[in-house]
């Protein structure tokens, strides 16, 4: 499928990024995610995910605007965080978007000051974004999009509390979750507790 499903604006700029088509189970996520709603997308790996995440923030994030950060992508690691930052700066660059990352291999103070310096987008690990957290170290008062890629695995290794505070604390705002797989008590539990109303899409 052609890129028929993605804003005008960005049909001549992702062709010389690479990105010239959808697959099936990618025009879901973006028909759902223009719907508005809240998204479990479940695919193997190959599926397309990442290019999906990155596909909803182009498309929700239109514009650059004064304030807080109007997008929060929580990776697993601080590697998958700096890949999906760098892939997606090139493209956010062209549109005057800032991306700023968030990771534990880098200096807190320098991250939050760039982030209080005006972000649209944040790319995070768990860990570090919750220390940013806990330390005030971001608005989300205009959040549009909080996204949780590699779900099940941040449950594993145990940052179900720390997930648990951040997403309470969140306004009204699309949640989607992205995962080889949801078959875990933990993400089951969590989801029933703060989104029990989510739109589920299996590649």
Known sequence: MGLSKIREELHEILPD?????????????IDALKSGKNILAEGPLGSGKTKAILLCLLQKITEPTEGSPRAIVVCKTSQEAYDLHAELEKICRILDITVDLAHDRGKMLQQRNDIFD????????????????????????????????????????????????????????????????????????FLEEFIPMIHKIKA
């Open 17 to 29: 990024k690479g990105i010239t088509e959808l697959n099936s189970f990618q025009t879901e996520i």
């Open 118 to 189: 005006g972000t649209e987008i944040i790319i995070a690990n768990p860990k570090r974004l919750y220390e940013l957290y806990i330390q005030n170290g971001f608005n989300v008062s205009q959040l549009k999009l909080f996204i949780l890629d590699d779900a099940i695995e941040h449950f594993k290794d145990g940052y179900k509390m720390q997930l648990s505070r951040i997403v309470e604390s969140l306004p009204k705002c699309q949640h989607l979750y992205f995962s080889n797989t949801f078959n875990d008590k933990r993400i089951e539990e």
